[in-house]
């Protein structure tokens, strides 16, 4: 009466230590990438003053103040302390408008990549298990979606949808799927025929049960790289989006409108364009580098190197 609460202690233990002993291996080979460590503190700091926004931003984003129409940042000559990067063209303080456009960017990034993923994965099952005439038909139609140019293929899908931010990110995760599905398809056929595949078929399981429960758990590998590469194309190309005008519409603080907004002020005021660039540039850097760090930690053969 007494063995089964031991033994189920021991199992329990043994589980917690297995877990510690995988994620003690995983930040080994993760923080052995100075850049992705980097990143992820860039990433982990980008993320805390998205949530903390309001408390952070020193102004609401659409506030204008009349007296400070295209105000230089605070250290250059005319600029005002109130204002640390400046203000635009109809005197909104730009640190606030960035602060708040990190909440748009993360936003588009996670929706984007819920979606592609999401969709992807079913696919990618689908096609990689049935095969025949299914695979055929799905990997065909991502053939086509992969012919056309990603940015091109996106603002068509806005044209038909209509200009706005929802629609865009919806046009961004289809122009990102088939990423995913081929990714998905080939770690299927990879995995379909193994030993433990067979055995859980011979036990009884359906096809369903094969796909998400046997056969997906070990395929999250290069998707969860994947995700992470696709996070910082999903928001390249929402700011893309919004400075031609078919993503986030004004007065949304958006980096992409923001650089739109700000086209005819290149020039005169330099500020304006620079820090809405600049932080489009660090995000995606940041993620991109984090996603190396996930490839160095999560592939066999790089840890093997």
């Not at 094969?210 to 997906?216: C, E, P």
């Not at 998707?223 to 696709?230: K, N, R």
Request: aromatic residues 8%; contains cysteine; proline residues 6%.
């Amino acid at each position: 009466m007494t063995d089964t609460p031991v033994s189920t202690a021991a199992v329990e233990a043994e589980s917690r230590n297995a877990t510690r002993k995988m994620l003690a291996e995983f930040w080994f080979y993760f923080s052995r990438n100075r850049g992705a460590v980097a990143g992820l503190v860039v990433f982990g700091a980008l993320v805390l003053v998205a949530l903390a926004a309001p408390l952070v931003a020193p102004h609401h984003p659409d506030m204008q103040y009349r007296d400070s129409f295209l105000t230089p940042p605070a250290w250059a000559q005319g600029g005002k302390a109130a204002f640390l990067l400046g203000t635009d063209a109809v005197g909104r303080d730009i640190l606030s408008r960035l602060i708040f456009g990190a909440r748009f960017s993360l936003f588009i990034g996670l929706v984007v990549v819920t979606i592609a993923l999401t969709g992807g994965i079913v696919l990618g099952l689908v096609a990689g298990y049935f095969r025949g005439w299914v695979d055929t038909v799905i990997m065909r139609v991502m053939d086509v979606i992969l012919a056309f140019p990603s940015l091109l293929l996106a603002l068509v899908l806005v044209a038909v949808l209509g200009p706005g931010l929802g629609n865009a990110m919806i046009a961004i995760a289809i122009v990102l799927q088939p990423h995913f599905v081929r990714l998905t398809r080939a770690a299927v056929l990879a995995e379909r025929n193994r030993d433990y595949v067979v055995a859980a078929r011979l036990a009884g399981a359906g096809p369903l049960r094969l796909m998400f429960k046997t056969i997906l758990p070990n395929c999250l590998a290069p998707l969860i790289v994947q995700a992470t590469l696709s996070f910082s194309n999903a928001i390249l190309d929402a700011a893309a989006l919004g400075f031609l005008g078919m993503g986030a519409q004004p007065p949304t603080p958006e980096w992409g409108t923001m650089l739109a907004e700000a086209r005819e002020f290149i020039l005169r005021a330099w500020w304006v364009v620079t820090f809405p660039g600049l932080a489009i540039l660090i995000t995606v850097l940041a993620i991109n580098l984090v996603g190396d760090g996930l490839r160095d930690a999560l592939d066999p053969k790089l840890k093997r190197s």
